[in-house]
């Protein structure tokens, strides 16, 4: 059994910068994919970057979130940079033993408890 833990989501002025980290224990995810996802109220969960054997971003933080992983740590990170009050939300990292896009959230087979993140104007 695989558990994921998000950390590092608080409140961050337009424009700022925030680091999320996803890590694993229970078991090894050095060959999953790990993905990071976000659900604001009332919206459905989308896809916002995966780490797999490609790196994909949605269009909507290209160029300002980075993701990265320490394989020998079991440790995902999510740089966000130059946030918007529209990136906010619950944002949840996500492991799959096998993934083809990536970009479904019905693909991961493990999921972490989410960690907020507000952006204010």
């Known amino acids: 059994q695989v558990q994921l833990v998000e950390s590092g989501g608080g409140l961050v002025q337009a424009g700022g910068s925030l680091r999320l980290s996803c890590a694993a224990s229970g078991r090894s995810v050095s060959s999953f994919v790990i993905s990071w996802f976000r659900q604001a109220p009332g919206l459905e969960r989308d896809f916002v970057a995966a780490s797999g054997s490609v790196t994909k971003y949605a269009d909507s933080v290209k160029g300002r979130f980075t993701i990265s992983r320490d394989r020998a740590k079991n440790t995902v990170y999510l740089q966000m940079n130059s946030l918007k009050p529209e990136d906010t939300a619950v944002y949840y990292c996500?492991?799959?033993?096998?993934?083809?896009?990536?970009?479904?959230?019905?693909?991961?087979?493990?999921w972490g408890q989410g960690t907020q993140v507000t952006v204010s104007s």
């Open positions: 996500a492991a799959a033993i096998n993934a083809g896009s990536y970009l479904y959230h019905v693909e991961y087979d493990y």
